[in-house]
């Protein structure tokens, strides 16, 4: 397994800006859905996975992922969506609250 280890060093990094503008106001229809505030987030996640806990080896050859994600607050319910970046891949996830 490639990243998964008995030890983990993770550092990460979002930055989120509330919107005044929200799209689903203009429409009798989309203002009955009842999203209440928009958010735009920037991220960035760095980590490294190791058989045992030494600070040198787990920060060296540290993989990254950094992204943009939107966020939307429905009837107070969170709904997510982030479009992540790695040297290896790229991903779309969609969460309904928070994922922790």
């Known amino acids: 397994m490639r990243y998964h280890d008995r030890s983990l060093i993770y550092y990460s990094l979002e930055l989120r800006k509330s919107l005044n503008w929200n799209p689903f106001n203009y429409f009798e229809l989309t ?12 991220f960035g996640d760095l980590g490294r996975v190791a058989p045992k806990w ?4 787990l920060h060296s050859d ?10 939307a607050l429905m009837k107070g ?3 997510r969506m982030d479009m992540g ?3 290896d891949n790229f991903m779309i996830q969609m969460f309904i609250e928070q994922p922790f």
């Open 31 to 42: 203002r009955k859905i009842g999203i209440d505030l928009i958010e735009l987030a920037f």
């Open 54 to 57: 030494k600070l040198d080896e």
């Open 62 to 71: 540290l993989k990254y992922t950094y992204g943009i994600g939107l966020r």
């Open 77 to 79: 319910m969170v709904l």
């Open 85 to 87: 970046k790695s040297k």
